[in-house]
T-cell receptor
Framework: SQQGEEDPQALSIQEGENATMNCSYK?????LQWYRQNSGRGLVHLIL?????REKHSGRLRVTLDTSKKSSSLLITASRAADTASYFC????????????FGTGTRLKVLA | NAGVTQTPKFQVLKTGQSMTLQCAQD?????MSWYRQDPGMGLRLIHY???????DQGEVPNGYNVSRSTTEDFPLRLLSAAPSQTSVYFC????????????FGSGTRLTVV
């Protein structure tokens, strides 16, 4: 399996601080996605970045992709207590299909 | 617009029993998948479908069957439940071929005793 791996596994920060989490993967990809999962709920799609893109923004989210290092990072700026969740990256393995493989996730806790 | 609907939300089975987890989407999505989520393991792909009548295996297909007779429905069948299948199961659907993200259901929490 070319499962992505998120780093760190857990992160605890104060409200207002920035949170950065990283994802590494093993094979070439067409695109990479980030998802959020609140406790006991389904996953919610946050952002998709294609292999020919290096950076993408959506509100307080900033995603970077370095295909030479096979890694991506998700930055959440000015974090809020409501950002407390698990964050997962998912990659398509370069197959061009929607057969996405998910990482094990980063558990983010934002303290008020 | 309901999105992806999974039923039941909770289920307890005895070892050896069979059951079907239901998944339905009303977004006319071509692509549907089943994942299981276990603590510390992330999400693992069980089976997926690229359209009605077409299914394929994911990372952990053993012990599960699927079928896709309509665009809307993608049921997951446990043939003979085992304690190792205790997990949270998520169904997800997508419109494009990797162009957009998945829409996930709220999950089915299954316990096999």
């Amino acid at each position: 399996s070319q499962q992505g791996e998120e780093d760190p596994q857990a992160l605890s920060i104060q409200e207002g601080e920035n949170a950065t989490m990283n994802c590494s993967y093993k094979t070439s990809i067409n695109n990479l996605q980030w998802y959020r999962q609140n406790s006991g709920r389904g996953l919610v799609h946050l952002i998709l970045i294609r292999s020919n893109e290096r950076e993408k923004h959506s509100g307080r989210l900033r995603v970077t992709l370095d295909t030479s290092k096979k890694s991506s990072s998700l930055l959440i700026t000015a974090s809020r207590a409501a950002d407390t969740a698990s964050y997962f990256c998912a990659t398509d393995g370069g197959s061009g299909t929607y057969k996405y493989i998910f990482g094990t996730g980063t558990r983010l806790k934002v303290l008020a | 617009n309901a999105g992806v609907t999974q039923t039941p939300k909770f289920q307890v089975l005895k070892t050896g029993q069979s059951m079907t987890l239901q998944c339905a989407q009303d977004m006319n999505h071509e692509y549907m998948s089943w994942y299981r989520q276990d603590p510390g393991m992330g999400l693992r792909l069980i089976h997926y479908s690229v359209g009605a009548g077409i299914t394929d295996q994911g990372e952990v297909p053993n012990g599960y069957n699927v079928s896709r007779s309509t665009t809307e429905d993608f049921p997951l069948r446990l043939l003979s439940a085992a304690p190792s299948q205790t997990s949270v199961y998520f169904c997800a659907s997508s419109y494009g071929q990797g162009a957009v993200g998945y829409t996930f259901g709220s999950g089915t929490r299954l316990t096999v005793v």
